[in-house]
Protein backbone atom coordinates (compact mmCIF):
# COMPACT_ATOMS: atom_id res chain seq x y z
CA UNK A 1 0.00 0.00 0.00
CA UNK A 2 1.16 3.32 -0.86
CA UNK A 3 1.78 5.63 1.88
CA UNK A 4 -0.34 8.79 1.72
CA UNK A 5 1.77 12.25 1.83
CA UNK A 6 -0.01 14.80 3.49
CA UNK A 7 0.72 18.46 3.45
CA UNK A 8 -0.76 20.87 5.66
CA UNK A 9 -0.23 24.74 5.73
CA UNK A 10 -1.19 28.19 4.80
CA UNK A 11 -1.78 28.81 1.17
CA UNK A 12 -1.80 31.58 -0.37
CA UNK A 13 -2.80 32.38 -3.47
CA UNK A 14 -3.01 36.40 -5.62
CA UNK A 15 -6.55 37.07 -6.70
CA UNK A 16 -5.75 40.28 -8.43
CA UNK A 17 -3.79 43.10 -8.52
CA UNK A 18 -5.59 46.21 -7.20
CA UNK A 19 -3.46 49.09 -8.05
CA UNK A 20 -1.02 51.85 -5.97
CA UNK A 21 -1.03 51.89 -2.41
CA UNK A 22 0.93 53.40 0.37
CA UNK A 23 1.38 50.43 2.90
CA UNK A 24 1.04 51.38 6.40
CA UNK A 25 3.33 49.17 7.84
CA UNK A 26 6.21 49.89 5.65
CA UNK A 27 5.80 53.23 4.05
CA UNK A 28 6.64 52.08 0.97
CA UNK A 29 4.64 52.62 -2.69
CA UNK A 30 3.27 49.60 -4.07
CA UNK A 31 1.19 47.86 -6.48
CA UNK A 32 -1.35 46.32 -3.54
CA UNK A 33 -2.35 42.71 -4.21
CA UNK A 34 -5.81 41.03 -3.34
CA UNK A 35 -5.12 37.53 -1.88
CA UNK A 36 -6.76 34.73 -0.53
CA UNK A 37 -5.11 32.63 2.41
CA UNK A 38 -6.80 29.48 3.36
CA UNK A 39 -5.87 26.46 4.97
CA UNK A 40 -5.34 23.44 2.85
CA UNK A 41 -4.74 19.57 3.11
CA UNK A 42 -2.62 18.43 -0.11
CA UNK A 43 -2.33 14.63 -0.97
CA UNK A 44 0.72 13.93 -3.39
CA UNK A 45 1.36 17.83 -3.52
CA UNK A 46 -2.31 18.21 -5.25
CA UNK A 47 -4.68 20.06 -2.94
CA UNK A 48 -7.80 17.88 -2.15
CA UNK A 49 -9.52 20.31 0.41
CA UNK A 50 -9.49 24.35 1.46
CA UNK A 51 -11.07 25.89 4.43
CA UNK A 52 -10.85 28.87 6.38
CA UNK A 53 -10.44 31.24 3.82
CA UNK A 54 -9.79 34.54 4.18
CA UNK A 55 -9.27 37.33 1.78
CA UNK A 56 -6.47 40.01 2.29
CA UNK A 57 -5.30 43.41 0.50
CA UNK A 58 -1.56 42.52 1.01
CA UNK A 59 2.30 44.44 0.60
CA UNK A 60 4.43 42.48 -1.72
CA UNK A 61 7.24 44.29 0.19
CA UNK A 62 6.75 43.64 3.49
CA UNK A 63 4.40 40.88 3.40
CA UNK A 64 1.67 42.58 5.89
CA UNK A 65 -1.97 42.16 4.66
CA UNK A 66 -5.28 44.07 5.64
CA UNK A 67 -8.28 41.70 6.48
CA UNK A 68 -11.23 42.39 4.34
CA UNK A 69 -14.24 40.65 4.34
CA UNK A 70 -16.47 39.38 0.86
CA UNK A 71 -18.24 42.46 0.11
CA UNK A 72 -15.36 44.51 0.61
CA UNK A 73 -13.48 41.96 -1.62
CA UNK A 74 -16.25 42.05 -3.92
CA UNK A 75 -16.21 46.55 -3.81
CA UNK A 76 -12.49 46.35 -4.45
CA UNK A 77 -12.72 43.90 -7.38
CA UNK A 78 -14.88 46.08 -9.46
CA UNK A 79 -13.37 49.26 -8.53
CA UNK A 80 -9.93 48.13 -9.87
CA UNK A 81 -10.72 45.89 -12.61
CA UNK A 82 -10.17 48.93 -15.18
CA UNK A 83 -6.54 49.74 -13.40
CA UNK A 84 -3.35 48.81 -14.96
CA UNK A 85 -1.17 45.66 -13.80
CA UNK A 86 0.89 46.33 -10.71
CA UNK A 87 4.13 45.93 -12.69
CA UNK A 88 2.49 48.50 -15.53
CA UNK A 89 2.09 50.90 -12.65
CA UNK A 90 5.35 50.86 -10.89
CA UNK A 91 7.22 51.21 -14.05
CA UNK A 92 5.15 54.60 -14.79
CA UNK A 93 5.41 55.34 -11.16
CA UNK A 94 8.84 55.13 -11.09
CA UNK A 95 9.21 57.18 -14.84
CA UNK A 96 7.28 60.21 -13.32
CA UNK A 97 9.63 60.52 -9.88
CA UNK A 98 12.66 60.57 -11.69
CA UNK A 99 11.51 63.55 -12.90
CA UNK A 100 10.80 64.85 -9.27
CA UNK A 101 13.78 66.38 -6.89
CA UNK A 102 13.85 67.08 -3.61
CA UNK A 103 10.21 66.45 -3.68
CA UNK A 104 9.81 69.49 -6.30
CA UNK A 105 6.34 68.67 -6.90
CA UNK A 106 5.80 71.70 -8.31
CA UNK A 107 8.46 71.35 -11.40
CA UNK A 108 6.55 67.84 -12.08
CA UNK A 109 2.89 70.20 -12.45
CA UNK A 110 4.82 71.74 -14.80
CA UNK A 111 6.36 68.93 -16.59
CA UNK A 112 3.43 67.13 -16.92
CA UNK A 113 2.45 67.26 -20.54
CA UNK A 114 6.22 66.48 -21.52
CA UNK A 115 6.24 63.48 -19.06
CA UNK A 116 3.22 62.29 -20.35
CA UNK A 117 4.07 62.49 -24.31
CA UNK A 118 7.02 60.64 -23.37
CA UNK A 119 4.98 57.85 -21.52
CA UNK A 120 2.97 58.07 -24.33
CA UNK A 121 5.98 57.70 -26.75
CA UNK A 122 7.36 54.64 -24.54
CA UNK A 123 3.79 52.63 -25.40
CA UNK A 124 1.50 53.36 -22.54
CA UNK A 125 -2.09 53.52 -22.17
CA UNK A 126 -3.21 56.57 -21.25
CA UNK A 127 -5.41 55.92 -19.23
CA UNK A 128 -2.61 54.17 -17.15
CA UNK A 129 -0.49 57.05 -17.09
CA UNK A 130 -3.50 59.19 -15.93
CA UNK A 131 -3.94 56.57 -13.04
CA UNK A 132 -0.75 57.30 -12.06
CA UNK A 133 -0.40 60.52 -11.85
CA UNK A 134 -3.57 61.33 -10.00
CA UNK A 135 -2.12 58.60 -6.95
CA UNK A 136 1.03 60.62 -7.47
CA UNK A 137 -1.35 63.57 -6.67
CA UNK A 138 -3.54 62.35 -3.97
CA UNK A 139 -0.09 61.60 -2.05
CA UNK A 140 0.85 65.38 -2.03
CA UNK A 141 0.99 67.47 0.72
CA UNK A 142 -2.06 69.86 0.10
CA UNK A 143 -1.04 72.80 -2.13
CA UNK A 144 -2.80 76.58 -1.94
ZN1 LIG B 1 4.55 47.02 3.30
Redesign the pocket.
Known amino acids: MIPLIIGWGDNSKKIADIGLMR?Q????I?GAELRELSKQINIFFLPVSKWNINNYIM?P????GIKINESEKKKILKETIALPANTTSIEIFNKIMVNIEQNDFQKLKNKTDAIVEELLGLGYKSDDISYVFSFILSQLPNTP
Not at 25 to 28: L, V
Not at 61 to 64: G, L
Open positions: CNCSNVCICKV
